[in-house]
């Protein structure tokens, strides 16, 4: 069984200001992972996923991801947030042998500041 | 396109009442989903439907019940509600296989059970 543990419940920035949001999963077996995000009284996009392959991910809305195997970890970035980056975010993870049944961290809610 | 589509957007039941959470794509996907969100606990998986026909168990399903209509449906029902179930429930669909593993959302169904 695989879990995901995201680090930070809440994440103020400046607009402007880089911004890590920070994921580590658990899994005895490989896995794809995703990040998500919700803006208010929505369903869940999709910002980027990584499946194999080169370990830094780009995704929309200039977010990018790198896996790091050895630290079971898959931290999100952005260099530079908007105000429109107001959301919260969802890390995932499934087995890659599984019906896509992901299995979600706690969300990271993310609020920039002017 | 409307993707993923789920009906009503806010229900307000008694404890003990029944009510179906209707959910349908239109994007011929094979793979379908049923997830509640909780405030702090992310989305935890209900029910899904790997393929038209066959439905499954996911994390927390006890007190409801799914059905594969058709290749475009899928819903949960609440036999006996309980305040318990008091949820953001999200139907997602994906189209199987291992090459795209992105969970497409609808917008959610707000429950309140009182």
């Known amino acids: 069984a695989q879990s995901v543990t995201q680090l930070d419940s809440q994440v103020p920035v400046f607009e402007e200001a880089p911004v890590e949001l920070r994921c580590n999963y658990s899994s005895s077996v490989s896995v794809y992972l995703f990040w998500y995000v919700q803006y208010p009284n929505q369903g869940l996009q999709l910002l980027l996923k990584?499946?194999?392959?080169?370990?830094l991910v780009k995704g929309i809305n200039g977010f990018e991801a790198e896996f790091n195997k050895s630290q079971t970890s898959f931290h999100l970035r952005k260099p530079s947030v908007h105000i429109s980056d107001t959301a919260e975010y969802f890390c995932a993870v499934s087995d890659i042998q599984g019906a896509q049944k992901l299995v979600f961290g706690q969300g990271t809610r993310l609020t920039i500041n002017p | 396109n409307a993707g993923v589509t789920q009906t009503p957007k806010f229900q307000v039941l008694k404890t003990g009442q029944s009510m179906t959470l209707q959910c349908a794509q239109d994007m011929n996907h094979n793979s379908m989903y049923w997830y509640r969100q909780d405030p702090g606990m992310g989305l935890r998986l209900i029910y899904y439907s790997a393929s038209e026909g066959t439905t499954d168990k996911g994390e927390v399903p006890n007190g409801y019940n799914v059905s594969r209509l058709n290749k475009r449906e899928f819903s949960l029902r609440l036999e006996s509600a309980a305040p318990s179930q008091t949820s953001v429930y999200f139907c997602a669909s994906t189209p199987g296989g291992t090459d795209d593993s992105a969970l497409h959302f609808g917008n959610g169904t707000r429950l309140t059970v009182t």
């Open positions: 990584y499946l194999s392959g080169s370990t």
